[in-house]
């Protein structure tokens, strides 16, 4: 559970574990500075191991989580201008990306308790506000509702424009087919003579 709850002199953050078969609640996280902060939670991403989670809190900082300990590992202050818009876990290693303002990305990976960092050559935009990632898919959204999916296979990127708008989240179904044709290629079409 998150909370996030404003107030004139700032966000009240706090987030919860609510043990489906016990009923029992354990306050993970509770707001710092006598209880008030200057924003609010905009994700929470738990990895694959279960063992890392990571809080963004917007335009402000990233929390590494150890949740075998439930105490924060890192935080990855941000600069005013520089700051994470989206995170993502990679697929099967306790490593995540963060998009950045300015367009960057970067990935982090935590190894032997140590988190590193390293840029990516991929170029997803600027006002990324969502990321998926899949297999070998990376998919991003941003606020003008256009949608990059990236394959690290064949390093290209589809852009697919949806006209809909601020995209806030992003998920693959549970069985991933194939990436969509680019308007360039269009579906051939079924020739049923004969």
Same mark, same amino acid.
């Given at each position: 559970?998150?909370?996030?709850?404003?107030?004139?002199?700032?966000?009240?953050?706090? *987030? =919860?574990?609510l043990? #489906?078969k !016990?009923? %029992?609640?354990?306050?993970?996280?509770?707001?710092?500075?006598?209880? +008030? $902060?200057?924003?609010? *939670? =905009?994700?929470?991403? #738990?990895? !694959?191991? %279960?063992?890392?989670?990571v809080?963004?809190?917007r335009?402000?900082? +990233? $929390?590494?989580?150890?949740?075998?300990?439930?105490?924060?590992? !890192?935080?990855?202050?941000?600069k005013?201008?520089?700051?994470?818009?989206?995170?993502?876990?990679?697929?099967?290693k306790?490593s995540?990306?963060?998009?950045?303002?300015?367009?960057?990305?970067?990935?982090?990976?935590?190894?032997?308790?140590?988190?590193?960092?390293?840029?990516?050559?991929?170029?997803?935009?600027?006002?990324i506000?969502?990321?998926?990632?899949?297999?070998?898919?990376?998919?991003?959204?941003?606020?003008?509702?256009?949608?990059?999916?990236?394959?690290?296979?064949?390093?290209?990127?589809?852009?697919?424009?949806?006209?809909?708008?601020?995209?806030?989240?992003?998920?693959?179904?549970a069985?991933?087919?194939?990436?969509?044709?680019?308007?360039?290629?269009?579906?051939?079409?079924?020739?049923?003579?004969?």
């Amino acid at each position: 559970m998150i909370s996030a709850g404003s107030s004139s002199a700032g966000w009240k953050n706090r *987030i =919860k574990i609510l043990n #489906l078969k !016990t009923g %029992r609640v354990v306050e993970l996280r509770k707001s710092k500075n006598m209880g +008030v $902060e200057l924003s609010y *939670i =905009k994700s929470l991403k #738990l990895s !694959t191991s %279960r063992q890392w989670m990571v809080v963004l809190l917007r335009e402000r900082q +990233v $929390e590494v989580w150890d949740m075998s300990k439930k105490a924060v590992h !890192t935080i990855l202050p941000m600069k005013q201008a520089l700051y994470a818009t989206a995170v993502e876990w990679c697929p099967r290693k306790d490593s995540f990306i963060a998009s950045l303002s300015d367009g960057g990305l970067r990935m982090y990976s935590i190894e032997a308790g140590k988190l590193a960092s390293a840029v990516m050559s991929i170029d997803l935009g600027l006002n990324i506000t969502a990321l998926s990632w899949r297999d070998r898919y990376l998919v991003s959204g941003d606020t003008n509702g256009n949608l990059k999916i990236h394959d690290f296979e064949t390093k290209k990127t589809v852009n697919i424009a949806t006209h809909k708008g601020y995209i806030k989240t992003l998920c693959f179904p549970a069985v991933l087919t194939a990436l969509p044709p680019t308007p360039a290629s269009p579906t051939p079409e079924l020739n049923n003579s004969g």
